[in-house]
């Protein structure tokens, strides 16, 4: 039966029994209905409002039967008045119970609540104590046990909360709770030495406990394990330290920009570099300092790496000192705005002025050798030389005398004749200077220039100037040519040089072969992203020593040979990033193989700056590969003399 | 003298065909007939060997060079003045060609004068030389004639002996030397004894420019 039917129930019974003892006199009757009343009460007394409601009901019926029975005023006859009375007892009993099964109820809520709470603390993964103002346990949860490696509440429960803490914290952790006995609450970290001697770091928060407008009786601490994240973030604050100083230590120039290029950080070595304070630095951007003539290349390598996340690359550009004079800086920019940690452009960078002096210097000396291999060269090939020039200007003189004798005299014959021969005057003339032309351009010393060049005309223009040479005298040259070769950026005349040292070289090995087996061939191919140039004799072969050895300097298997011409070929070609090597042919003679890279991404900066500019001067050569589209392959590959011409006085 | 009567041409040899043409064109403004070949094979295969003139040579040539042609020409007994052009000369050179019997050697682009100056020269040596051969194939039948006693005293007066020595010499009498002598200078055609040496000389190939 549900319980919401019980109240009424029970009421009407009570109130039906009220009428019937106020009605008979049948008291046994009465007696048992009030049992029966009393029996049933403990089960609507199940709350505090019920049982008011049922004591309110029987309050209300008591005073309602003082009010019908004028008898309880009179008091005259002893049945009714006995009646009453026992009616009164009755109702009083019933609402004693009543009350006392209410009590019983509210103890058992609070027994459950808390069992509840207790369940809560004990639960608890952090240690929840209660301790007096004595630091003593009063109270402890079982994670609390656990902290102090206490395998039961005895260890703990009325000990010094001290005595587990390390001497240098106990002083501080006494003051800490007399000052939250004092009203105070707060939050203290010490170590703590547990009972089988394992440390620890604990974070304890206390509150007072205590009742308003009274003194602290107790302090309820809840205490944290914070040995783990503590030790994570010493570990990760020396890392940080570390990586800290080793970016601001960096030898290396270190920088982090934002999307407009404004630096957010540098390193220290920002001072040593370019001279500013890595707090100044701060407040310039990327193209603050840039030489004018850069600044276009800087912008585009921004831009080029801005919009790929993750994206690297490196330039070489100028950039002014603090102190007001440009430097060679070698920078890469890498593209972190998109990682949430960095959200920045990592910028590193180092001056490489010195470097770039040095390697100044380097190529200066390796064109200064090259000369002085191509004098020689020419120097060796004067007989045939005064040979070739001595051929037009014999013609010359003989036409020239030729025409004045024929002039003499009279006759459309003769003047017919007279300038036929002074056609012929002018066309050798030019073959003399022609001749000379070719010879000045492959000796002249002046500073490299890179253009781009079609290798096929180096290769051509080589084997005209070699057909003067007595050393290639009855060698018979086959050319393998390839068709529509694709640009390369070179200096033709070291690249014209190398040729001829190794053809010359070539022609050479074969000076014991036999006459008509006498061939070299040159060929010239395009793997993937370069240009192949082979030589190919028919010639002694290599000397026994490993074939690498006649790169050497000073090396040489000729009794008149210098030792130069292979090494500083090899030079030449390392220089323009190329490789040059020699393989034994499978029958007879060798094959000298040389690349020229096709792209010019190289980070070598060009050869057309003439002066470096530390000191602030500007050089205006194009040393940016972005700048290097300026110049137009097909000019210049039309005019192919006019990087050399102009130079030449 | 006139060439044309002598009918000498200039022969060139060069495979430059520039410097062959010039050369050409210079003897052809002197009105002199030329002949050019553009190698030594190429002059070897169609030379008229019964041409006269001169010959001006280019040393340097694919193929047989100048100074090889030369000597093979001088061994076969080619009588021709050669004249020796080079675009470079060297002393090693010019001692061979000279030796190879070269009437003279040049280099190109000297003066424009001396090519022409030497081919006349070459041309009136050839003229005079000519005119020595037929003098000397004339002395040679001469000699031939003489008889061996005749021979035996023209070698002693040739070599300056006198009479009375010739005469003890050979054991005859002097008359008989004097006779001898007499009959000697009458089929050699000598008006006197100097002119008999002089022949003797050029009949032994020894007389000299």
């Known amino acids: ?649 | 003298m006139s060439t044309a009567t002598l009918n000498q041409t200039v022969i060139v040899v060069d495979d430059d065909p520039a410097a062959r043409d010039s050369v050409a064109a210079l003897v052809q403004s002197q009105s002199l007939p030329v002949q050019t070949f553009s190698s030594a094979e190429n002059f070897l295969e169609n030379f008229d060997r019964s041409q006269r003139g001169v010959m001006v040579l280019d040393v340097r040539m694919t193929g047989k060079t100048g100074v090889e042609l030369l000597e093979q020409l001088q061994s076969e007994g080619f009588a021709l003045p050669v004249i020796i052009i080079t675009g470079f000369a060297n002393v090693p050179l010019a001692v061979r060609a000279m030796r190879a019997g070269a009437y003279s050697f040049l280099e190109k682009g000297g003066s424009e004068q001396e090519l022409w100056t030497t081919v006349q020269e070459a041309l009136q040596w050839e003229a005079r030389s000519r005119e020595r051969e037929t003098l000397r194939q004339e002395i040679r039948q001469h000699l031939a004639e003489l008889t061996s006693d005749e021979q035996r005293v023209l070698d002693r007066l040739v070599d300056g002996m006198p009479n009375k020595v010739i005469a003890a010499e050979l054991d005859i009498g002097l008359r008989t030397v004097e006779l001898r002598r007499a009959t000697i200078l009458k089929k050699m055609n000598a008006r006197s004894l100097a002119e008999l040496v002089r022949f003797v000389l050029i009949a032994q190939d020894k007389d000299s420019e």
Request: hydrophobic share 40%; aromatic share 6%; proline share 5%.
């Open chain 1, 1 to 649: 039966m549900k319980l919401k039917y019980l109240l009424p129930i029970t009421l009407a019974i009570s109130a039906v029994m009220f009428l019937v003892d106020l009605l008979t006199p049948l008291e046994v009757l009465t007696g048992i209905s009030y049992l029966i009343l009393a029996v049933a009460f403990p089960f609507v007394a199940r709350s505090a409002r019920w049982s008011w409601a049922v004591a309110g009901w029987c309050t209300f019926l008591i005073a309602l039967g003082v009010v019908l029975d004028p008898r309880f005023v009179i008091g005259t006859e002893l049945g009714n008045l006995a009646l009453t009375n026992h009616s009164l007892l009755a109702i009083s009993m019933w609402c004693i119970t009543g009350l006392v099964l209410f009590a019983v109820e509210v103890q058992k809520k609070l027994a459950q609540r808390e069992m509840e709470l207790r369940t809560i603390v004990e639960s608890e993964p952090e240690c929840v104590s209660v301790l007096d103002c004595e630091n003593q346990v009063l109270q402890i949860n079982q994670a609390g046990l656990a902290m102090l490696e206490a395998d039961q509440l005895a260890q703990v429960k009325g000990h010094d909360w001290c005595r587990w803490i390390v001497a240098d914290n106990q002083a501080e952790f006494r003051a800490w709770i007399r000052r939250v006995a004092g009203g105070e609450s707060g939050q203290m970290t010490y170590e703590v030495v547990g009972l089988r001697g394992t440390r620890r770091w604990l974070e304890s928060h206390a509150v007072p406990l205590k009742n308003p407008g009274q003194p602290v009786v107790s302090i309820l601490a809840i205490t944290r394990d914070i040995t783990v994240p503590r030790m994570a973030d010493e570990t990760l604050r020396a890392l940080e330290r570390r990586f800290r100083a080793m970016v601001e230590k960096s030898f290396e120039g270190v920088a982090l920009l934002d999307e407009a290029a404004r630096y957010q950080f540098a390193g220290d070595s920002i001072q040593r570099i370019l001279g500013w304070q890595p707090a100044d630095f701060t407040q310039r951007s990327l193209f603050d300092d840039c030489h004018p003539d850069d600044r276009r290349a800087c912008e585009s390598w921004l831009r080029e790496i801005s919009t790929q996340p993750g994206e690297s690359r490196t330039i070489i550009y100028r950039r002014r000192h603090q102190r007001g004079d440009y430097r060679w800086i070698e920078a890469t920019l890498t593209n972190l705005l998109h990682d949430p940690a960095v959200q920045g452009i990592v910028n590193n960078f180092r001056d490489i002025t010195e470097r770039r002096r040095a390697e100044e210097e380097s190529r200066r000396h390796l064109a200064e050798m090259a000369h002085t291999n191509r004098l020689t060269t020419v120097g060796q090939m004067v007989v045939e030389l005064t040979h070739e020039i001595n051929q037009p200007l014999y013609a010359i003189s003989n036409f020239s005398q030729a025409s004045l004798s024929v002039l003499k005299e009279n006759g459309a014959d003769n003047r017919e004749r007279a300038v036929k021969w002074t056609g012929q005057i002018g066309e050798q003339a030019r073959r003399a200077a022609e001749i000379i032309r070719r010879l000045r351009r492959f000796v002249q010393a002046d500073a490299p220039i890179r253009a781009p060049s079609a290798i096929n005309d180096i290769g051509l223009n080589v084997i005209r100037l070699l057909e003067m040479d007595p050393r290639l005298h009855g060698v018979r040259i086959r050319t393998e040519w390839l068709e529509h070769p694709p640009p390369i950026y070179v200096d033709r005349i070291q690249i014209e040089q190398v040729l001829v040292n190794l053809l010359i070289n070539a022609a050479e090995a074969m000076e014991q072969t036999p006459l008509d087996e006498r061939e070299i061939v040159v060929a010239t191919r395009a793997p993937q992203d370069q240009i192949e140039v082979t030589v190919r004799d028919s010639g002694c072969g290599l000397p026994q020593q490993p074939a690498e050895r006649v790169f050497e300097s000073y090396y040489t298997t000729k009794p008149d040979g210098m030792g130069m011409g292979l090494a500083i070929s090899r030079s030449l070609i390392e220089d323009h990033g190329g490789k040059l090597w020699v393989e034994a042919n499978p029958d007879r003679g060798v094959t000298f193989h040389f690349t020229l890279p096709l792209t010019t991404a190289n980070l070598k900066p060009a050869d057309g700056v003439k002066s470096e500019g530390p000191k602030g001067d500007a050089p205006n050569g194009d040393h940016l590969k972005g700048d290097e589209a300026k110049v137009d392959p097909i000019s210049s590959l039309t005019n192919q003399e006019a990087p050399h011409e102009h130079s030449y006085s």
